[in-house]
């Protein structure tokens, strides 16, 4: 409802409404054919027996972008199906069949939480048992970066986190299943569900958003990179003594090479640095000073 009828604002037209549809749903005893409309030159009303439940004008037709009379059956099939739908979700036959649903839903999670901590067992078994065999640390030329029992236990732990993210990921989505059931918690299951992609839903756009700045930043990459080699070909001839410069001593090649490279990935820094993402924050601006 977008407009006023007489002294009456569109909330209060709409309050309106909502509430006599609640006193039918509540009383339970629902007749169809007592859904009915009245027309005037100026109006048609919708009534509950003798009660108007909303009115359509020309100006509410207009707003709806719609003929007057077509509104009108539009508001009275939409009125009916949502009465109907209410008190078939209040019965005790599809309350009974929403508790079985909701069983059958605690014991499919139930069981996945089994499986899952059965192939971790397994998994984890296997772990320690390929000590040695198809594992055996790490090195890095002569140091040991991770000794066999350190890898082991890096390795159960990382499939310690996998176990617990998927019996969380489980629970989450059987909430939402449980919560979906009921009429009265389908507003939690909304919220549950936007919690799970809202995040993913910014982080992509925000991928998205970020594209031209990352293409860019590649570009500057690419040309610095060619720059950094140009100079070390230079470096190398007058270090070879190739290419002679008056009065510039071969030796001097790598130092001056050097100063002239931290310069120039100073000026790449500044170049790069409005393109990152976050760099209108105030931590990255401190950061960066």
Do not use: C
Request: no cysteine; glycine share 4%.
């Amino acid at each position: 409802v977008y407009s006023k009828l007489g002294p009456f604002f569109f909330f209060f037209r709409a309050g309106h409404t909502v509430r006599h549809i609640e006193e039918i749903v509540d009383k339970r005893d629902y007749h169809p054919d007592s859904l009915w409309i009245v027309r005037s030159e100026d109006a048609s009303d919708l009534l509950y027996g003798d009660e108007i439940l909303l009115t359509v004008t020309s100006v509410d037709a207009i707003w709806a972008n719609s003929d007057r009379t077509v509104l009108m059956e539009r508001y009275k099939a939409g009125v009916h199906a949502v009465i109907a739908k209410q008190i078939e979700q209040t019965q005790w036959l599809f309350i009974l069949k929403n508790i079985a649903t909701a069983i059958a839903i605690v014991l499919v999670l139930y069981f996945v939480i089994r499986v899952v901590n059965r192939l971790y067992r397994r998994i984890r078994l296997y772990i320690l048992k390929g000590r040695g065999t198809w594992y055996a640390g790490i090195k890095v030329r002569n140091y040991e970066l991770l000794s066999v029992e350190k890898e082991a236990r890096v390795l159960t732990f990382v499939l310690n986190i996998l176990k617990w993210l998927v019996i969380l990921i489980a629970v989450y989505l059987a909430l939402f299943l449980l919560f979906g059931i009921f009429p009265w918690t389908k507003p939690i299951a909304g919220t549950l569900l936007d919690y799970a992609i809202n995040p993913v839903r910014r982080i992509a756009s925000g991928i998205w958003n970020y594209l031209p700045d990352l293409f860019t930043v590649i570009i500057i990459l690419i040309i610095f990179r060619f720059v950094f080699r140009t100079l070390r070909y230079f470096r190398d001839e007058v270090a070879e003594g190739v290419l002679t410069i008056p009065g510039f001593y071969a030796e001097w090649a790598n130092p001056t090479f050097q100063v002239i490279r931290i310069l120039l990935f100073a000026f790449m820094i500044i170049l790069v640095y409005p393109y990152l993402p976050g760099s209108e924050s105030p931590v990255f601006k401190g950061v960066s000073v």
